[in-house]
């Protein structure tokens, strides 16, 4: 490992929330607004970890709810980096849910956050690499250029011709 680096399990987050009314709708199950809230926190707990920094949030990639959270049950959000770039971090946030007194437990969402690592006067800082250890780790940062690269061109700050990893993936499966 150089020294500039880190493993990606050391910027892992558990978090646990159980569900009460004032988090719910009028159906008693989770407000989005507030699941994102909490995934967000997580997030930027495990961006901190990774850079030793104030870290804030640049960009969410898409959420969607698989399955309703009823009131009662206990949310476990779980988040680390997957890969880290110049001064920004990809980190990826599982949701899962359990009605404990049922023994059911079912995974909610799961979404990447990428965060920019701050210095103390604001300004972006370098960040260590990520080392990923575990097969799924390794998955997930191999797969990160690529989503970085997508999420580049959909905020107009690359261009669709110079995503290079994009674009072998797309020759390969043509």
Do not use: C
């Amino acid at each position: 490992m150089k020294k500039k680096s880190k493993f990606v399990k050391d910027s892992l987050v558990i978090k646990s929330e159980m569900l009460m009314p004032n988090d719910t709708n009028p159906l008693n199950n989770l407000m989005g607004g507030r699941l994102m809230y909490w995934m967000d926190i997580a997030a930027a707990i495990s961006a901190q970890k990774h850079s030793n920094s104030m870290a804030v949030t640049a960009s969410v990639d898409n959420i969607s709810f698989r399955n309703p959270i009823e009131i009662g049950s206990v949310i476990t959000l779980s988040a680390k980096v997957t890969r880290a770039f110049n001064s920004s971090m990809e980190v990826y946030i599982e949701v899962t849910a359990e009605r404990i007194p049922d023994q059911k437990k079912f995974i909610s969402n799961s979404a990447f956050f990428t965060f920019v690592a701050l210095d103390p006067s604001g300004n972006p800082k370098k960040v260590p690499e990520a080392v990923p250890e575990t097969e799924t780790e390794k998955e997930l940062y191999e797969g990160a250029l690529r989503r970085r690269q997508l999420r580049l061109i959909l905020s107009g700050r690359l261009k669709p011709t110079d995503a290079k990893e994009l674009i072998s993936i797309l020759n390969q499966n043509a």
